[in-house]
């Protein structure tokens, strides 16, 4: 019964994640914020608004190993098999893409989060740093945007270009949208933790384990799926940004937010393997974003073997 609560929780999560960004961005459209923005604000939010609830879920009912383990295995988890499963399907020309600044940034802000890690606690200060580092890379997203919006000689994004937006919505269903997505939201996220940790009682396995490989694995679905369609479309630009983006908020958004509502003990487990792991996992991209390599079948074979290794040695 716990895992079939705790499947019910994620799909919970995943339906009303998509519905609260579909009613956020049409009530954004409709009250006149630009396009632009709501795509680097509303939509990076929403989307990552299941693991979000989850930490803060966690966080409060004092399991800080699903809180972090669900960031750290979403991390460890968007690299090695987000990537990996797509370029078995279809190689990801990501020799097209222009993601270094990014990539950078990805890295900066994976080492100070383990940096800030390293106190035991992450407290209201430390999640005010990582909103501060949140800010910078908002601001360089929104830049870069707006850089090549003006080469394009249009300053904003048409309505239809933004994920969720359609014109033609009616008040009543946006106000729908918003409904079940803030109630469904909470409500999933603590039918996935209260029943995660019965699982991981039953079973003789840390919460921290389960944050690491069965909640951070579900979480990761909506990128794989959606690196799967970009992977097959031959647009590698957006596979490797959803990768890129997604960490960046793990690691800035989600700790950082649900450090400033409840402090969250860190495991000192977690800095003898899985920090690394994860910073390791994201060093790996080093020759597709810098070298202009593709990532090909073989590498996506290579990828996957090691996040399966890496959940074996987990577990045991």
Known sequence: MEWLLVSLGLVILLLAGDA???????LSLRIGIPALIVSLTIVAFGTSAPELLISIQAALKNAPGIAIGNVVGSN???ILLVLGIPAILAPI??????????????????????????????????????????ALVLGSAFYQARCHKKAEAAMEMDE????????????????VFLILGLVGLP???????????????????SDTVIGLTLIALGTSLPELATTVMAALRRQADV?????????????????????????????????????????????????????????????????TVLYLAYILITLT
């Open 160 to 175: 239809e270009e933004v994920e969720g937006a359609d014109p033609d919505m009616p008040w009543w269903r946006i106000i």
């Open 187 to 205: 409500l999933g996220a603590d039918l996935m933790v209260d029943n995660a940790e019965i699982i991981a009682r039953r079973y003789g396995v």
């Open 20 to 26: 609260l960004v579909r009613g956020a961005v049409n």
């Open 76 to 78: 460890i988890a968007n």
């Open 93 to 134: 020309h990501t020799s097209h893409c222009n993601s270094r600044r990014n990539f950078v940034m990805m890295i900066a802000a994976s080492v100070l989060f383990i940096a800030l890690a390293a106190d035991g606690f992450f407290r209201f200060g430390n999640g005010l740093v990582l909103l501060g580092a949140l």
């Open 239 to 303: 596979a490797l940004g959803n990768v890129i983006g997604s960490n960046m908020f793990n690691l800035l958004a989600i700790i950082g937010i649900t450090s400033i509502i409840h402090p969250i003990r860190v495991d000192p487990d977690f800095f003898e393997f899985d920090f690394w792991v994860m910073l390791g996992a994201s060093l790996i991209l080093i020759p597709f974003v810098f070298l202009k390599r593709d990532i090909t079948r073989i590498w996506g074979v290579i990828l």
